[in-house]
Each structure stands twice: as C-alpha cells, then as structure tokens.
C-alpha cells in the first residue's frame, strides 16, 4: 500500500467534478489507508481533496493509527463527549476549505450518524452519491491483489477438504459450520472472515441465502456450502453443494444441470464481454433443461476486497469486461421446500478469458 | 422472541410524536424480528407502525426470512435490477400510508443508500432520529437476554483459559488472536464474533484499540487481551492483562492500580446512581496514583447486542441505573509507547447493586 493509490482518487475526481471526498469505515477507506477502522457508535471520516494534506477526524484514543497511514495526514481528534465531536469536524472542514463545495459520499457505506455531522460542519457543501468514481479505483485488481484473493481461495479450499471427512448423518448444519469456521481459521484466514458460511440442507438448501440452522443431516439431503476466507484484506466466496448418503435422481439432475452453468458462465468471461454475456451463457444451460424458474438470482457479483461489489454479472448488465476485474460465477437451482444446488468460482479476467482462482472438484460428492 | 417486542415499540411511539419508524439491519431489527439481516448492498428495511401489519422490503431471495418472523408482515420484495428497487419501497410506503408522516430512523444504522429510497419514495415525509426511543427498548435487559449474556461471558472465560497455557515467548500476536478465536468458537461462540480480539503486547498495548501484528511477545511486556464471545445473538466483552516473564516495578504498579479502578468502578453500580459515578469511583483510583492523564477513555459502555450501546459510562453522563442495565467496567492506563493495562469486566444492575457477569481472575498472572 503507498501513497499511489491516493493519487489515482484525486486525479479521478475531477470527472465526476467533485472538489473532495469524505471516507467512513468501509473498505474504500482501507483500500487508500491500509488501516482497518471499525463501524461504531464513534464517527471516523477521513476527507481527502486534491493538492491538500488529508484531515482524518477520529476519537482520541484511536489517534495513534494516524501514524501508520502511508502518507501525511492531518488529525483532528475528539474526546468522549459527542457534544465536542461536531468541532472536530468542522476544523477538518475548515482545515481543506470545503464550505460550500462538492463533497462526494458512499451512500453504500454512509450514515445518518456521519452526513448529520457533515451537512453541520460544511456551509452550502453538496454531498452527491461518489460510489461510482470510488468503485473505479479497486475494480481491477493488481498482481498484488489477485495473489491475496488466490491465497484466500486456497485457504478456503483447504479449509472444506479438511472438513469433508468429519460430516456425519446426524450432525447439525450449525455444526458443521463451526468446524469450517475452525478450520478456516487453522488454515490462515485472517479473523473477520468475509461472511459466516451458509450451511444448508434438504428444504433449507433451497434458501439461497438460508442460515445454519440445528436441523440435524439426513440421508437423501442435498447439502450447499457457501464460504470463503480473509487474507490481507481480500476475500474468497465459494459454493459446493453435496449429496448426503443417497438422493434422488431429481438431485443427482439439477446438480448435473447447475454444474454445466457453472462452466458455461466461468467460459463466457473475457475482456470486451459484457457482464450479460457471463449471465446469459449460465442461465441458457438451466433454461434450456427447463428449470429456468428455479435459477431465482443473478449469476453472480464483483469480489476483492467485499462479499459482494462491482461488477454484477447480471442480464441487464452491459458493463464490459477488463483485465483484472474479479467476480463470481454461481448459478443455481432450488426447489421450493424441497433441495437446492448452487456451484461458486472465482474468476479473474486475463488478457485472453478468464482464470478461475478455484479448483475444486465441482462434481457431486457424496458426504455422511 | 415474541410479538411483545413489537407492542413495546408501538407504544413508545407516541412520547416522540412518530407515526412509524424503519429499521434496516442491525440490533434493533434483529431485536425486533428475531432473524439477522446482512448490511450489503441490496437493501433491506422493515416498516413499523401502530395499528398496521408491519411491511417489509427485502431482495425476492430473501423473501422466506419473512416467514420466520414472530407476527404477520406485508412482503416487498425485489429482483436483481437496482432501477426496480425503489418500486418495492414506495409500494411499502403506500400500504402503510406514511407520505408526510414522521418516520423515525436510527441514524447509527441507516446508510445513505436506505434513506435515498425512503426520501424518493415517501412525499414530504420527515425523518427524525428515533434511535433515543429505540435504545430504550433494548435498555432493561430481561432474564432471557441476562442468561444470554451469561452464556457468552462464560464461554469467553473458558476460551481464554484453554488459550492461557499455550502463550509462550515468541509467538505473534496474531497468532495468539487465532488461536484465542478458534478456542471461542470450540467453546460454543456463534460464528459472528462481536469483535476481533485485541491482543496487544509490551508498546501496542499503550494504544487502547491496538489490532494484533506480528510482533513477537517478549519478556518484560505487559500482554492485553481484549475478548468476548457471542451466543444467540448477546455478548460478552471482556479484557485482563498478562506479565510476559518478569516486568518491571511500574508495570506491576499501574496493573494493580488498574485492578483497584476495576473493583471501585463494578462496586459503583446500583439502581439510581449516575453513570458518571461508575466513571467517577474508577477514575478517582487512578488519579489519586497519579496516572490520571494516562486513563484515556471512558470508563465503560453498555453492552447487550452490540459490543458498544446506551447506557456510557463517562463522568458526565448523568443517565441514572436501572435494574437490568448492563454495562462494562474497564478502566485502563496506557504509558505510551512502553506498556499498558486494562482490566474489563461485564456488569449488570440488580435490585441491590450491580453484579459483575465475569469472575475470572482479575490479578496480574505471568505467561509465556
């Protein structure tokens, strides 16, 4: 992390014609610090602005991360009554000159706590939507940051082979996950993992995004596992869905089915495609077998630094391709009540297709 | 979790003159609803108003969390195209009548993205801050959510104690924040912890909210460890402080001025004393040994759902106790840049005092 990727924002900002931007914790603020910040109930912005020395206002007692940022910054602290907290924004206001300027925002990451603080420390300041400018900086990803997604990859496969042999018929959904989780971490995840693993199975696995639950597994039950691991601030998210014991021929079909889409999608990724063309290629191999219906969302979403960000590899979406850019392939098909099967890669786009970070075997393994 | 959650917050309504509040995910819509929704970017709000079915707008993926709900509520959902989404939140806005009515929101939650779309959607509505009357609700913790806590204290303590024999000269700090994760998750933690450890050693441990790095213990360090455990959505949050091998008389001095802060402070609490008095009894320990201008921060905050959360104990909060409060005691000194000490415990008021959740050993122990 240096100072460079400072100067790519400022340099942006005069596109979307804005005089500065104001960061809350989120991961735009440490992709330009290198420095985690938590969401709490105490305000953190950092304002930048072309040509002027960053102001980071913060609490007292976290102003020792100042010294680690990889530039200059100026710090205006606050104590602990939230009476004095508006002075500190206002001196960071006056300190970069910004009344009655263009200040870009987050609406992803922003809150009612910080804009009130904002919208009283700066005069006739407007602070319009800046996501898209700000997406911008981290949607191609560097060698650097790709080899951190592959090692979170790795981890997270590494991770469920060592807890494959441990599933047992019986055994909760809740604790199979906290053994993954355990194991995640044995394998070198940092600590915030990207999301608690989905772990779920028969009529729950038909809840794409379904919780961990006390039912216990049972022969005939389909099992999705979705998970991924943290490494330096990057993240994995993959899927692989199983079959307890024996299933039906039902199962053993849309499995077969969603795999085909898997690769279908992983193929359709090149630079100058669309974003569609990723979504189109996965859908046609579940429409064509005649469960379009049951394939109930996008095919899948940008990832790095986030679960879920930039770009979407949706239908609608004519958003092209570029080298570097990172995303999921995960179709899926669920039956209401019944099973679901979902099958996650994790894609990078290179100069000629692109790369699947995940080799995992994709084929229906049989668990319990 | 029951629909009396819900009757509380509708008759609350009336002292602040609201006609509805919406929640988006965080404490106070798990708190209300029973289920946990994810900040991401697809946003989720759930509409509350007296004497209507609740309405909730939600992604068409989720739309089967809204069956687990505890009462009946009117479902919004949405597809994957974001030009859509503002559709579902006016339908809502509409089934509830709410244009030009005062709609209380929580501005510590809600992002700019939710309230674009609510502004967008509700004509001449306004939108206070209502987190004053929410925070009451979750104010008085009941048995239920005591035992909870309980739980999650016990579970930390345990955690710790497994980790306690395995710190050695050497290892990382980040090394002792896994395995101190992995033991809390054996231990019977639900996956999302409350926080990352803070594992901080000899200079780190001088700044209060330190992260852990990748430095070595070392004989002579003083080593925080500030920890806690989540169980059915309560928490615990919980700090002592190690002797790495021999340290030197000062660092000896400050953790026993520490440890008398912390028993001042939890000896404090009771029905009708201010907050300010937690603050004031632990303080004056500190000050009256002469350390008074390293003790940073306040003396403690309340905890239940969320790690930090109403009541705060600073000396100027004269917010009175009541029985089922629940708050931390943890006052600290930090010499900079050469050692510091905390010592954290979780208390809750009862009919005659205050109750102190934690009993692990609060003495200075030597590890390594």
């Known amino acids: 992390m240096t100072r460079a990727r400072l100067d790519n924002l400022t340099a942006s900002l005069s596109t979307p014609k804005l005089d500065a931007v104001v960061l809350n914790p989120g991961p735009t603020l440490t992709y330009l610090t290198g420095q985690q910040f938590h969401l709490m109930e105490r305000p953190v912005v950092l304002f930048i602005a072309p040509g002027k020395v960053p102001a980071l206002v913060l609490p007292e007692l976290e102003a020792l991360k100042a010294e680690r940022f990889p530039y200059k ?18 001196k960071a206001i006056l300190a970069l000159d910004l009344d009655g300027k263009q200040i870009g925002v987050e609406f992803r990451q922003l809150r009612l706590l910080e804009f009130d603080y904002l919208i009283a420390g700066a005069n006739n300041a407007d602070f319009p939507d800046a996501s898209e400018a700000l997406v911008q900086l981290r949607l191609r990803k560097d060698k650097a940051e790709v080899d951190a997604m592959r090692r979170a990859v790795k ?59 006390d039912r216990k597994l049972q022969a005939g039950d389909m099992l999705v596992v979705d998970w991924g691991a943290t490494y330096n601030h990057y993240i994995s998210d993959l899927t692989r869905t199983f079959a307890v014991g024996e299933v039906d021929a039902e199962c053993q079909k849309i499995h077969k089915i969603v795999q085909e889409a898997n690769a279908a999608g992983r193929a359709a990724g090149k630079p100058g495609a669309p974003c569609a063309a990723v979504d189109i290629a996965a859908r046609e191999v579940i429409e064509k077998a005649g469960y379009g219906k049951y394939f109930t969302h996008r095919t899948g979403h940008g990832i790095g630094m986030e679960a879920h960000e930039d770009p979407y590899m949706r239908g609608d979406n004519q958003q092209l391709l570029e080298v570097g850019m990172a995303y999921t392939v995960e179709p899926g098909i669920y039956l209401p009540n019944r099973n679901g099967v979902r099958v996650e890669d994790n894609m990078v786009v290179t100069e000629t297709g692109a790369e699947s970070l995940s080799d995992m075997p994709r084929e229906i393994r049989v668990v319990g």
Chains 1, 2 share one sequence.
């Open 155 to 213: 981890i997270a496969q590494d991770a469920l082979e060592a807890v494959i042999p441990l599933i047992k018929i019986g055994m909760t959904e809740r604790e199979l996950s906290g053994e993954l989780v355990i194991q995640l971490l044995r394998h070198g995840s940092d600590p915030e993992l990207p999301f608690s693993p989905i772990v779920s199975s028969g009529p729950n696995s038909s809840n794409p995004h379904a919780s961990p639950s």
């Open 73 to 90: 910054v100026q710090v205006f602290t606050y104590g602990e009554n939230p009476l004095e907290w508006g002075e500190a924004f206002r």
